[in-house]
């Protein structure tokens, strides 16, 4: 019944899609966040482990003959109520060109780092903002703080208690090399966030520097805001958003020739079925290449 008020409900809010149905893929992505939101309430202990079974096929656990199987928790196999894909639908990209637009547009050197890790290093938002300075090693041998990863790198961590909330949705450290714009930038903004006693003493890469409680943790409104403002100032004609940057490095790394084992560990995705969707061809280079095909010389009589 949610599925069926979902495609036949048109969309009221203002912008992209008023007054029309959502897609199958639209209805797809919103099935895919509330099963996600009851996974993590199972596994949080706030609802019943039976909760999965009203949008999973569930596989219980075989015991007998082994009895500690017994104490597995119900595997989950597949979702139900799923519908079919058009197949046709791209993830909203921020491109290199809009980046470097950005950066050229009023900001703070802090918002500046802040898209340069989504652009560049591909961050989700939540994993960006929870980003402490020990996570940064920009040096080429980091042996010196106990870390073996040769040339600059970042670390992303997993942790619950960042008074900020962030999050990273992966839960396995993830290490991601540094790219030199991160290294010049984040240079820079060092130098500045130094000048301010509070901002210095804390650890978060991201902090409040000009507004707000000096030194506190940047929160996820307030970097979604900076973001969208950076590209307003650059006369992007869309609202810009923080994952956009993270789909648009995963284009660019599939066009430039890198390999899905390459993006998929860059991106830190858990399975290459995610990482393929960036395979994706645009009519604009389909239609490059027909016309690529190259012909003798066409005869007119051959075409009379």
């Given at each position: 019944m949610f599925?069926?008020?979902?495609?036949?409900?048109?969309?009221?809010?203002?912008?992209?899609?008023c007054g029309a149905a959502r897609s199958n893929d639209r209805v797809a992505d919103v099935m895919s966040c509330v099963r996600s939101f009851y996974r993590f309430?199972?596994?949080?202990?706030?609802?019943?482990?039976?909760?999965?079974?009203?949008?999973?096929?569930v596989v219980e656990p075989v015991g007998g003959s082994m009895p500690w199987?017994?104490?597995?928790?119900?595997?989950?196999?597949?979702?139900?109520?799923?519908?079919?894909?058009?197949?046709?639908?791209?993830?909203?990209?921020?491109?290199?060109?809009e980046y470097v637009a950005m950066m050229a547009a009023p900001g703070s050197l802090r918002d500046k780092l802040l898209i340069s890790l989504l652009a560049l290093a591909g961050l989700r938002i939540g994993q960006a903002l929870g980003l402490r300075r020990s996570d940064l090693h920009l040096m080429e041998n980091s042996r010196?703080?106990?870390?073996?990863?040769?040339?600059?790198?970042?670390?992303?961590?997993?942790r619950e208690d960042n008074e900020n909330r962030a999050l990273s949705k992966r839960r396995r450290?993830?290490?991601v090399p540094a790219h030199p714009a991160v290294i010049g930038v984040y240079a820079a903004y060092c130098d500045q966030r130094d000048r301010i006693p509070a901002a210095a003493?804390?650890?978060?890469?991201?902090?409040?520097?000009?507004?707000?409680?000096?030194?506190?943790?940047?929160?996820?409104?307030?970097?979604?805001?900076?973001?969208?403002?950076l590209g307003r100032r650059a006369g992007i004609d869309r609202?810009?958003?923080?994952?956009?940057?993270?789909h648009g490095l995963g284009t660019e790394l599939i066009e430039s020739g890198r390999t899905l084992d390459e993006v998929q560990m860059i991106l830190g995705h858990a399975r290459v079925e995610t990482t393929r969707r960036y395979v994706r061809t645009s009519r604009e280079r389909l239609r490059a290449a027909v016309e690529s095909?190259?012909?003798?010389?066409v005869s007119p009589e051959m075409v009379r």
């Open positions: 599925q069926l008020h979902l495609r036949t409900t048109p969309i009221t809010r203002p912008g992209r899609g309430q199972v596994r949080d202990g706030s609802v019943p482990g039976s909760v999965n079974e009203l949008f999973y096929d199987l017994e104490q597995l928790p119900a595997i989950v196999a597949r979702p139900l109520h799923t519908l079919p894909r058009s197949g046709e639908s791209e993830p909203r990209t921020a491109s290199l060109e010196a703080v106990g870390c073996e990863v040769r040339g600059p790198h970042l670390h992303v961590v997993r450290e993830l290490v003493r804390s650890d978060f890469v991201f902090v409040n520097i000009a507004g707000g409680e000096l030194g506190r943790a940047m929160t996820d409104g307030r970097a979604r805001e900076v973001v969208a403002a609202v810009v958003t923080p994952h956009q940057f993270r095909v190259a012909l003798p010389d």
